[in-house]
Antibody, heavy 125, light 112 residues
Framework: QVELLQSRGEVKKPGASVKVSCKAS????????ITWVRQAPGQGLEWMGW????????NYAEKFQGRITMTTDTSSTTVYMEVGSLRSDDTAVYYC??????????????????WGKGTTVTVSS | DIVMTQSPLSLPVTPGEPASISCRSS???????????LDWYLQKPGQSPQRLIN???HRASGVPDRFRGSGSGTDYTLQISRVEAEDVGVYYC?????????FGQGTKLEIK
């Protein structure tokens, strides 16, 4: 079955970086993109961006431009997201989710059909 | 960017009764191809979100038919015909017409 296994939670200091991983299994890794969504404590969902494991194409929300980097490793079927210059308001659960339609460029209708369990990132001095 | 607004934000419902959640977008999500790029997700307590509906009205595999999505343009509705205890959680609408994709604030459904 399709599964996304996310890395363990991390505690970071303000100004540091964190790299979260998402290992995919159970499907053709390069055929479907991965989306990252975060959820601050007690808050709603926030779309951060998308990456194509086939082409490496990315699409980041403008809010995070310059501060996040999404990459893929096809040999290990793993997607990574690095968030730099961490602030206290980056404290959140970070989810990766497989997109349900194939595509190498972010298009319309890229719903998320399988989600990881989330990685908690805590930013605290 | 497209702003999504849901109402109500809190929805207490008696089991067996219907429930309705509204989602409004700041611009039309109806594309010239006839599709409405509006999805619904449910996040049950302590769990990751799960897809309920995409393209306005297409139920995901395994989603009970008591869930129905409707609407077009800027106004959408998620209806639950008879609420069950397992339906508790936070419901989010999300637009996938254009990047950045965006979610509504969420509607928390609880059992009375």
């Amino acid at each position: 079955q399709v599964e996304l296994l996310q890395s363990r939670g991390e505690v970071k200091k303000p100004g540091a970086s964190v790299k979260v991983s998402c290992k995919a299994s159970g499907y053709t890794f390069t055929s479907y993109g991965i989306t990252w969504v975060r959820q601050a404590p007690g808050q709603g969902l926030e779309w951060m961006g998308w990456i194509s494991p086939y082409s490496g194409n990315t699409n980041y929300a403008e809010k995070f431009q310059g501060r996040i980097t999404m990459t893929t490793d096809t040999s290990s079927t793993t997607v990574y997201m690095e968030v730099g210059s961490l602030r206290s308001d980056d404290t959140a659960v970070y989810y990766c989710a497989k997109v349900g339609v194939p595509g190498t460029i972010l298009g319309r209708g890229f719903y998320m059909d399988v989600w990881g369990k989330g990685t908690t990132v805590t930013v605290s001095s | 960017d497209i702003v999504m607004t849901q109402s109500p934000l809190s929805l207490p419902v008696t089991p067996g009764e219907p429930a309705s959640i509204s989602c409004r977008s700041s611009q039309s999500l109806l594309h010239s191809n006839g599709y409405n790029y509006l999805d619904w997700y449910l996040q049950k307590p302590g769990q990751s979100p799960q897809r309920l509906i995409n393209l306005g009205s297409h139920r995901a595999s395994g989603v009970p038919d008591r869930f129905r999505g409707s609407g077009s343009g800027t106004d959408y509705t998620l209806q639950i015909s008879r609420v069950e205890a397992e339906d508790v959680g936070v419901y989010y609408c999300m637009q996938t017409l254009e990047a950045p994709y965006s979610f509504g604030q969420g509607t928390k459904l609880e059992i009375k």
